[in-house]
């Protein structure tokens, strides 16, 4: 994700359609005159296809395997992780379930930034806890196309900000994707610390520990690809 968040209109699930193949194809022409010549010529501009195109994501989750630098940070400034709704904290991991969304996804080096759309998280989240106050952080929503993920922020229980841009993601460590089982699946994306987030975090827990573009952990996004899952 070449730079993972804005609100777009739900679209329930109709057939999610996985496109298996890659290369480029013609897809625009041009033609040109000249006022000595009658000839007349028209040139083919090649666009690349997509790897894989979901129109309508539901279904599976995204899982961000917590960076062991991350954990020593909370636990340095005395702060307790927890998950929020739906989520869960397995095997080191925040797991949130995909809600919805879409995800268009190219071959890397043809276009920029080659994987778009948006993955949504309703009704989860994460929280951090330390003396007496409680931030929450829910209903995330990554966009990969400017890699940025959004979400709104509680504290103690009263809503702080919506659409907050939370993590910041380095796309630069992204495998290939892949596929299988009715599932595609990209991994390997560094989420780290927003400079948004970063001092909110700061002024709410009294700190200035907590810096900008601290890796939180690396993301693993799955994805279902058959129709009614």
């Known amino acids: 994700m070449s730079t993972m968040f804005s609100s777009k209109s739900r679209r329930t699930i109709a057939a999610i359609a996985l496109i298996a193949t890659t290369g480029l194809s013609a897809a625009a022409c041009g033609s040109s005159s000249d006022s000595s010549s009658s000839s007349s010529s028209s040139t083919k501009v090649s666009a690349p296809k997509p790897v894989a195109a ?5 279904g599976n989750d995204t899982a961000v395997t917590l960076d062991q630098g991350f954990v020593d940070a909370l636990t340095s400034l005395k702060l307790t992780p927890g998950v929020v709704g739906t989520a869960k904290l397995t095997n080191g991991a925040l797991v949130f379930p995909i809600t ?7 071959k890397p080096g043809t276009v920029s930034p080659y994987v778009i759309g948006q993955v949504q998280h309703e009704g989860s989240g994460f929280s951090l806890s330390a003396g007496g106050t409680k931030v929450e952080i829910t209903n995330l929503n990554v966009d990969p196309g400017v890699s940025r993920v959004y979400g709104d922020v509680s504290v ?5 900000v919506t659409s907050a841009y939370i993590f910041k993601l380095d796309g630069r460590t992204l495998k290939p994707l892949s596929t299988g089982n009715g599932t595609a699946t990209l991994e390997g994306t560094k989420v780290e610390i ?3 987030a970063a001092p ?6 009294k700190t200035d520990a907590v810096k900008p573009g601290l890796l939180v952990g690396i993301a693993k996004i799955t994805v279902n690809t058959t129709p009614g899952d």
């Open 156 to 160: 103690n229980g009263k809503t702080a």
């Open 194 to 196: 927003s400079p948004v």
């Open 54 to 58: 979901i129109d309508s994501l539901k």
């Open 100 to 106: 919805g969304g879409n995800v268009t996804v190219f």
């Open 200 to 205: 909110l975090l700061n002024q709410t827990f």
